[in-house]
Antibody, heavy 117, light 108 residues
């Protein structure tokens, strides 16, 4: 079974940092691009970043450049998102997802990040 | 960045009837990279349609996608009770992905 499982979310003060993780199973992780997508409470979906299978190329939404870093460890089948200088408006559910066929075909259940002022 | 505008914000229909959801792009989008998702409360999105009109495996045939260029449509026929939830469109134009703001399908 193809599965993604996020972890690392929690309550953090404004200005703090977090590293989110996404453990993948059931597919050839190293051959797949991976992405992070977030959803603020009661709001829509927002793409954060994407990394190719080898980890050597990344792309970020313009609003995420500078504070967000996507990376992966193919030996551990794990995707990461480092978020620095957290702001209250970064409060969201963060999903990892697999880009495939022009969409995101596999999603994790998400990890909640709450930033307090 | 390509902006996707979904309309209406809420569409009202009845079980057994149909619903038509619109997604308009601020510039031309390749049909290959236009997708639709369904999201139920407390769950991640589920890919329904990719390539503008191709159903993902396991998606019932009452869901259909159409359109090209800047105008795309998701049609849900023979609405079932579990279909009354949120729907999002999404596009990819290298190197960015964007989502529409969503349309809720609600019971009339």
């Amino acid at each position: 079974e193809v599965r993604l499982l996020e972890s690392g979310g929690g309550l953090v003060q404004s200005g703090g940092s977090l590293r989110l993780s996404c453990s993948a199973s059931g597919f050839a992780f190293r051959d797949s691009a991976m992405a992070w997508v977030r959803q603020s409470p009661g709001k829509g979906l927002e793409w954060v970043a994407t990394v190719i299978g080898s980890g050597t190329k990344t792309n970020y939404a313009d609003s995420m450049k500078g504070r967000f870093t996507i990376s992966r460890d193919n030996s551990k089948n794990t995707l990461y998102l480092q978020v620095n200088s957290l702001r209250v408006d970064d409060t969201a559910i963060y999903y990892c997802a697999r880009p495939e066929r022009g969409g995101f075909d596999v999603w994790g259940q998400g990890t909640m990040v709450t930033v307090s002022s | 960045e390509v902006v996707l505008t979904q309309s209406p914000g809420t569409v009202y229909s009845s079980p057994g009837e149909s619903a038509t959801l619109s997604c308009k792009a601020s510039q031309r989008v390749s049909s290959t990279y236009l997708a639709w998702y369904q999201q139920k409360a407390g769950q991640p999105p589920r890919l329904l349609i990719y390539g503008a009109n191709k159903r993902e495996a396991g998606v019932p045939d009452r869901f259909s996608g159409s359109g090209s260029g800047t105008d795309f449509t998701l049609t849900i026929s023979r609405l079932e009770p579990e279909d009354f939830v949120m729907y999002y469109c999404q596009q990819y134009t290298s190197p960015s992905w964007t989502f529409g703001q969503g349309t809720r399908v609600d019971i009339k």
